[in-house]
């Protein structure tokens, strides 16, 4: 059953949060990125440095889905030629904000909550332009997760698809 | 609420233009922020 936009409610990660139980692991068991371990034992004290602030998505009162977001920037050789602004020529990466984390409870996949986060950060990053320099949602992808982003309208630099993750992006202006 | 599209502009002022010009966001583009935003309003913040 697809989840709508408006079955989704959220707020930043809290200490007294335990997402351990929650499964991020791929169809196979693997966690070629790190998700499981990520929220089980470094989320909170990455927020609390500000290396990435984690926000908690839930279907009901239930956590089914995070994502961890921070400020970055993408070398603007790993994006495509059509990318580049001529008036800034020679600034060599673009601002951004980077998806650290984007794990989905296992159950709650394939019914749109990624997408649904993919919305999120994409609009959250377009309200943050208006304040600070943003022009690009980011994401280091693994190989298992490019189709997924592609879905949700992030491109990549074809020449960057064979490696082990792939650097794409979605303009937010 | 998105931006209007830039118009066309041509002769002079396109040159002009162009040379601090990015590559404009497809309509397909556009269309994906709005429903974006769309979502996102459906969305509720718990404080």
């Known amino acids: 059953m697809t989840i709508r936009p408006s079955d989704l409610s959220y707020r930043k990660l809290r200490a007294e949060d335990d997402l351990s139980t929650l499964d991020f692991t791929q169809k196979n068991g693997t966690d070629p990125a790190g998700l499981q371990e990520f929220i ?3 989320a909170l004290e990455y927020q609390q440095e500000r290396l990435g602030i984690t926000h908690v998505f839930f279907y009901g009162s239930g ?4 994502a961890t977001v921070s ?5 603007v050789d790993r994006m495509q030629a059509s990318e580049k602004v001529a008036l800034a020529e020679d600034i060599t990466s673009y601002p951004c904000l980077l998806i650290g984390r984007l794990g989905v409870h296992k159950p709650f996949r394939d019914r749109n909550v990624g997408r649904r986060i993919c919305d999120w950060t994409v609009t959250t990053a377009r309200r943050y332009s208006l304040e600070i320099g943003c022009r690009y949602v ?6 298992d997760s490019v189709g997924f982003y592609q879905k949700c309208h992030f491109e990549c630099n074809p020449a960057n698809l064979s490696k082990d993750k792939v650097w794409m992006y979605r303009r937010v202006i | 609420m998105l931006p209007e599209p830039i118009p066309v502009l041509k002769g002079k002022d396109a040159q002009e233009f162009l040379k601090y010009d990015s590559r404009p966001l497809s309509r397909k583009e ?17 404080d």
Request: net charge positive; no cysteine.
């Open chain 1, 40 to 42: 089980s034992k470094e």
């Open chain 1, 63 to 66: 956590p089914v889905a995070f």
């Open chain 1, 71 to 75: 400020m970055g920037d993408i070398p």
């Open chain 1, 138 to 143: 980011m994401v280091r992808a693994v190989k």
């Open chain 2, 30 to 46: 556009l269309k994906a922020l709005e429903k974006a935003e769309e979502n996102y309003r459906q969305m509720k913040q718990i």
